[in-house]
């Protein structure tokens, strides 16, 4: 990739975060009901810690700092989606132009992404962050390595997430209403993801297996990095998984994408 494709993705990157800057009413409500919800779950979560002592091997604050943690990820990474326009586009016919564009048609996405996902962090994330620490006083991570690593494993998040929703949208050049499928995926990425409960609280094999999913590098691994429940190498492991899936989430995208390419089919004419 030459200097000009990098200063032309992250120039769409650049203008994807000025788009989603102005949803400043969305942003707002988006900050108040994630707070409301950590606050929620946070409470069911305490009531377990305190009914089965030990349960998941959180302490009653780290339970309090996953659940605020896990909403302030949520938007970040695109728990609910992040919008059908690439499927929208697909079934107006609109993607033929997406298509003829001198930039290769996958990373100019996943640059709209990364900035739509920066803009979710910092403008949604950190608000939240900020209100749980004033509400509960939050876990901070043990060390600087730990600081670092969780860096990367949110990075690596963005990434796992945005390979699942391409996915998802590419389905649109077979199924010209694609709202069943995103459905379906919403489920399974809340339920295996660790977003709606944590995977220590799952039966031991079952969230073992779930663990060796994509969905849980979106939030529980993160999480997990953060709040210590995992160190060393097990932690690097961890995050190890969260790059093989971005790296197989890119390559299925790719191959989807040429398949699908080959037989651009628009609703309507």
Not at 16 to 45: D, E, M, P
Not at 122 to 139: C, D, E, K, S, T
Request: charge should be positive; aromatic fraction near 10%; hydrophobic fraction near 55%.
């Amino acid at each position: 990739m030459g200097i000009q494709s990098v200063r032309l993705y992250a120039e769409v990157a650049k203008r994807s975060f000025r788009r989603w800057s102005t949803y400043r009413a969305a942003t707002i409500a988006g900050i108040f009901t994630n707070s409301i919800f950590g606050f929620i779950r946070a409470s069911v979560l305490v009531a377990v810690v305190q009914a089965r002592p030990g349960a998941g091997g959180l302490s009653v604050r780290g339970f309090v700092t996953f659940s605020v943690l896990t909403q302030a990820m949520m938007a970040y990474v695109g728990i609910f989606g992040d919008g059908d326009e690439i499927s929208e586009r697909v079934k107006t016919g609109d993607i033929v132009c997406d298509l003829y564009r001198p930039a290769d048609f996958q990373l100019w996405w996943l640059s709209a992404d990364v900035g739509r996902g920066a803009f979710q962090l910092l403008g949604r994330g950190v608000p939240i962050l900020v209100v749980g620490a004033l509400v509960y006083g939050l876990q901070a991570p043990a060390s600087i390595g730990a600081i670092v690593l969780f860096a990367v494993s949110l990075s690596l998040a963005l990434l796992i997430g945005f390979g699942v929703r391409f996915l998802m949208h590419l389905s649109a050049f077979w199924l010209f209403d694609t709202r069943g499928t995103k459905q379906l995926v919403d489920t399974v990425t809340m339920f295996a993801s660790g977003a709606l409960v944590p995977l220590s609280l799952f039966p031991t094999a079952l969230g073992d297996a779930m663990r060796l999913l994509p969905f849980a590098g979106m939030v529980q691994t993160p999480a997990d990095v953060f709040l210590g429940s995992v160190t060393g190498a097990e932690a690097v492991a961890q995050v190890a998984l969260q790059l093989a899936w971005a790296a197989v989430l890119f390559g299925l995208g790719r191959l989807v994408m040429t398949s699908a390419t080959r037989r651009v089919v628009i609703q309507g004419g």
